[in-house]
């Protein structure tokens, strides 16, 4: 498979109104597969991205058998709020593609 970030989020929930991630569901990559997924917070990924850690989107195919390499996250920031983005949009709200809520 080859690594493709430190972890890859594969699934999200939103806070009310849609504008901000409140958790994702990320897995680590370890270059041969996506280990147990773990639970971080918005803040967590935030945190580990100034800090160098790398994070993609992943999608499950329809008969979830396995992972596809999404995008790379990034932080956008917008009026001094850091944002979540899959994209460079200078837009004040969290996206990450299409990951599904859980």
Do not use: H
């Not at 993609?56 to 944002?83: C, L, M, N, R």
């Amino acid at each position: 498979m080859g690594k493709w970030a430190d972890y890859c989020i594969v699934a999200v929930r939103f806070s009310p109104g849609r504008k901000y991630i409140e958790t994702v569901r990320v897995l680590p990559d370890t270059g041969d597969l996506l280990e147990t997924g773990l639970i971080m917070a918005r803040a967590q990924i935030i945190a580990g991205i100034q800090r160098g850690m790398t994070f993609y989107t992943a999608v499950q195919d329809q008969a979830k058998e396995f992972y596809t390499k999404g995008q790379p996250v990034s932080i956008v920031t917008v009026a001094a709020v850091d944002y979540l983005r899959t994209d460079t949009n200078r837009i004040a709200a969290d996206e990450l593609g299409d990951l599904p809520e859980y």
